[in-house]
């Protein structure tokens, strides 16, 4: 059993919102037919649980300071970083270092089924992929931004974030042992790389490789 981190006050409210949107997936759950009812319990009552331990974790990484390359809290977390930290830290499994390689884990998810959990990818640096952050529900999700910011939670709707959306990969529950990396895994097509008169997007902060 992992041990939670401290939460900042900042996410005390979030945390709230968490739990509620897990709850109303889980009464989602019970309203199925009885006779898929048991089925469809069993095979993701290991998954929501896994998923809200994801998302809660998180939470306790606000205000960490951002550090390119950064592999822990104490000594500052990039956008890949932080995930895979998070992900080490509640399921002893160790993801790739890249956004770009996470990017070939998992499912391919839209954003309409964007689950507590999922792994969310965007283009802030001129090529698909270049930064992830882990979605928390309600049109949120939580990553660490740039040089000199902080985790934090913020929403996917907000215009930046709609444009550079590329697409989302849930891990948990999707392969077996929670996320075991295919062989033959392809990175997901982009669901939006915005793009100039010239065909190169630069519209993006200067964000370090992550």
Same mark, same amino acid.
């Given at each position: ?62 205000? /960490?300071?951002?550090?390119? $390359?950064? %592999?822990?809290?104490d000594g500052g977390l990039d956008c890949s970083g932080l995930v895979r930290y #998070? ?24 954003m309409k089924d964007l689950m507590p959990g999922d792994l969310v990818f965007f ?8 930064? /992830?952050?882990?979605?928390? $529900?309600? %049109?949120r999700f939580i990553h660490a931004p740039n040089r000199g910011s902080e985790v934090?939670? #913020? ?44 065909? /190169? ?10």
């Amino acid at each position: 059993m992992f041990a939670l981190p401290r939460f900042p006050r900042a996410a005390s409210a979030a945390v709230v919102l968490v739990l509620s949107i897990l709850a109303g997936g889980a009464r989602a759950e019970e309203s199925a037919p009885d006779s898929d009812r048991f089925n469809l319990r069993t095979a993701t009552e290991k998954a929501w649980s896994s998923a809200q331990d994801i998302a809660i974790y998180a939470l306790g990484m606000i205000g /960490v300071n951002y550090k390119w $390359g950064g %592999n822990n809290p104490d000594g500052g977390l990039d956008c890949s970083g932080l995930v895979r930290y #998070v992900f080490q830290q509640v399921t002893g499994v160790t993801l790739p270092r890249t956004s770009r390689e996470m990017g070939r884990m998992g499912e391919k998810i839209a954003m309409k089924d964007l689950m507590p959990g999922d792994l969310v990818f965007f283009n802030t640096r001129r090529f698909a992929y270049s930064h /992830v952050g882990i979605y928390l $529900g309600d %049109n949120r999700f939580i990553h660490a931004p740039n040089r000199g910011s902080e985790v934090e939670i #913020v929403p996917i709707t907000d215009a930046y974030w709609r444009k550079h959306f590329n697409g989302a990969r849930r891990l948990v529950g999707a392969l077996p042992g929670l996320m075991i990396p295919s062989a033959n895994a392809t990175p997901m097509e982009p669901a939006e790389v915005p793009k100039t008169e010239s065909g /190169v997007n630069t519209t993006e902060p200067a964000t370090p490789p992550q």
